[in-house]
């Protein structure tokens, strides 16, 4: 028997891609970026081997059974994640990172603004990023964060 209409669920799905880069903020000395991002700035950069989980919400669709059709989630992935960041240097190869500290933070919110333009209107839930398995970002958007 099929579910009934407004049954939501969410999906993820998990990709790994490497990339270097280096802390380092062009609105503070030398001697301030060392201090506040320590061996972070190296001035060749330091590497990490990221993990993205991409979640998506919705309906799930009565006929399909599915939210999302997972291979266009995964071809989307490729394209908004691992054409532009894997095996580059984030700070040389990509424009976004010119004039944004390639923070993991930062690097959650290209992501982000990346799939938002392949993706259905408002499906995208969350992007969490896994810069190592100590440090990891969450990011929903622009969501209020002061709930």
């Given amino acids: 028997m099929p579910l009934g209409p407004g049954r939501l669920a969410r999906v993820s799905r998990c990709l790994s891609f490497s990339a270097c880069h280096r802390l380092h903020s062009p609105s503070l000395s030398d001697e301030e970026n060392l201090k506040l991002f320590g061996k972070c700035n190296n001035p060749n950069g330091h590497g990490h081997n990221y993990k993205v989980v991409v979640t998506v919400r919705g309906e799930i669709d009565p006929v399909s059974g599915m939210v999302i059709n997972l291979t ?17 240097n984030l700070d040389k190869d990509v424009e976004y990172f ?3 500290v390639s923070t993991t933070e930062n690097v959650a919110v290209f992501i982000w603004e990346n799939l938002q333009k392949r993706l259905p209107l408002r499906t995208l839930y969350k992007v969490k990023v896994y810069e190592t398995d100590q440090n990891i970002v969450v990011y929903k958007g622009e969501e209020t964060t002061y709930e």
């Fill in 72 to 88: 266009d989630l995964k071809e989307h992935m490729q394209e908004a994640i691992m054409k532009p960041l894997d095996h580059k």
């Fill in 98 to 100: 010119s004039d944004v």
